[in-house]
């Protein structure tokens, strides 16, 4: 695949990049490694009033920024705006508390003197270069989720960003030059998927993480292996969203709409799968197909638009094929089900906002993720049901469920395999928050302490009598 930026609203190609050889790259990683043996050694106090520079400068760029992601991947320009902004919120976030997430741990004194010590703690310590592999879907809020506690905790970044958002990547490390970081802080590796796994192999670099499809993270997280390297993975999700009898059905509707088509569908923690008790399945349906169906499909750069294109033609592509493959099975399309047949819109990839009804086991979209704008809705008879469909899928991403029943919350803590459970919202990430998922849809966590700790040397400091 060339590293192009190609505007999905047209299919236009508006420039292409040479990807670098492999002296360039070594140049990268060995600056990497250089810049991580003085990196390590600063305080947290130095490396807060960057990233609060970094954050202030983004924020400054916000237009530019979303004008970038709206080009590069067709996001409408109103949520790019706002992943600009959470970018912003998520580096201040980390600027303010890592220092405090990564401090020393005491154990309790009594263990330390059966341990037959007199003094004992662990430590957070950064390890050194870590390889990120980032998609295109949040092209900037993927990158800053990890770069903000990596660069915290001490370690630098490679960026090998997804080949169709080039200018983003570049943005990306202009960013944090401009903010001061040292020269090999932060480095975006403009090379194609086959140049990766030399990449991950280089002893300079010690770990890897990983937001993508199930396809790459098994094939980097195999060589990371073989390495022996830490891996941290983000992949799919085909995320159920649970109605329930006692659910506000209508507040349920408006969120099923966002939580469907937010960022055209492509978002791995979209609700995708709509799980609906038989008592309100009529009023949900009716109520989410008018709305899916009265969305504005349009240019992504248009304030009034809801849903864009999709990112690439392979991606509608693949997406038209789970559609055809459920209806030709017998599922029943209640609207969309299409490419819009609007002249202007001819020339991008996009296709229309999607209920589809009737899907049994035997169809591709019970198992596979729909990333594009197309929902699929289960009746359920009660909340065995109700669970049972949830957790029949490979994936373990997030959940969301709608009740005001205390005892259903708990039977869908307890039993939703999934990373995440939000009651009466749509799934969303924070800083605040752990981020990942379980089974098929990787392991690990982003965000959060948790997210943090991921890439440092937890390090016991013992000191007998």
């Not at 106090?45 to 979303?66: K, T």
């Not at 490679?158 to 080949?163: D, G, P, T, V």
């Not at 923690?269 to 949900?284: G, N, P």
């Not at 302490?449 to 400091?461: D, K, L, P, Q």
Request: negative net charge; aromatic residues 8%.
């Amino acid at each position: 695949m060339a590293i192009a930026t190609v505007n999905p609203a047209d299919g236009r190609t508006v420039e292409v990049f040479d990807p670098l050889d492999e002296a360039a790259v070594e140049r990268r990683l060995a600056r990497a490694q250089s810049a991580f043996e003085s990196w390590r050694l600063t305080t947290f106090a130095q490396r807060a009033e960057l990233m609060h520079r970094a954050a202030d400068l983004l924020e400054q760029a916000n237009e530019q920024v979303a004008r970038t992601m709206t080009l590069e991947m067709g996001k409408p320009l109103a949520q790019a705006r706002a992943e600009a902004a959470k970018c912003v919120k998520a580096m201040r976030w980390y600027a303010d508390r890592a220092e405090a997430l990564l401090a020393d741990e005491h154990p309790a004194d009594a263990d330390v003197a059966d341990s037959g010590g007199v003094s004992a703690y662990v430590r957070y310590r950064p390890l050194g270069p870590v390889l990120a592999v980032m998609p295109w879907n949040f092209p900037f809020w993927q990158v800053v989720r990890f770069a903000a506690p990596a660069l915290m905790a001490g370690n630098v970044g490679l960026l090998k960003h997804a080949s169709n958002v080039p200018r983003t990547a570049l943005a990306l490390e202009e960013l944090f030059a401009r903010a001061g970081f040292p020269q090999g802080c932060f480095q975006t590796l403009l090379i194609g998927s086959r140049a990766v796994e030399a990449v991950v192999r280089d002893e300079r670099v010690v770990a890897v993480t990983l937001t993508g499809s199930e396809g790459a993270g098994r094939a980097v997280a195999a060589v990371a292996g073989d390495e022996v390297k830490k891996t941290v993975l983000e992949l799919g999700g085909s995320d159920p969203f649970l109605v329930l009898p006692s659910a506000d059905v209508p507040a349920a509707v408006e969120r099923a709409v966002t939580a469907r088509v937010q960022n055209n569908g492509q978002s791995c923690i979209a609700s995708k799968r709509f799980v609906v008790h038989t008592d309100v399945y009529e009023e949900f349906l009716a109520g989410f197909t008018a709305r899916m169906r009265a969305l504005t499909v349009g240019d992504p750069a248009a304030e009034d638009t809801e849903v864009g294109p999709l990112a690439t033609a392979q991606g509608r592509a693949d997406l038209e094929e789970l559609v055809a493959d459920a209806v030709r099975l017998g599922a029943s399309v209640e609207c969309g089900g299409a490419r819009p047949d609007d002249p202007a819109l001819a020339d991008g990839w996009y296709y229309l906002p999607t209920v589809l009804t009737g899907i049994t086991r035997r169809m591709r979209l019970h198992q596979e993720e729909a990333f594009g704008p197309v929902a699929t809705v289960y009746r359920v008879a009660d909340l065995d049901e109700a669970v049972a469909v949830a957790n029949d899928s490979p994936f373990g991403l997030s959940s969301s469920v709608w009740t005001r029943d205390e005892a259903e919350r708990e039977r869908c803590v307890r039993d939703l395999r999934a990373g995440g459970v939000f009651f009466n919202g749509m799934t969303a990430s924070h800083p605040a928050f752990p981020f990942g998922g379980v089974r098929r849809s990787g392991y690990g966590r982003e965000l959060s302490g948790h997210g943090i700790r991921e890439f440092c040397n937890i390090t016991t400091v013992w000191s007998g009598a």
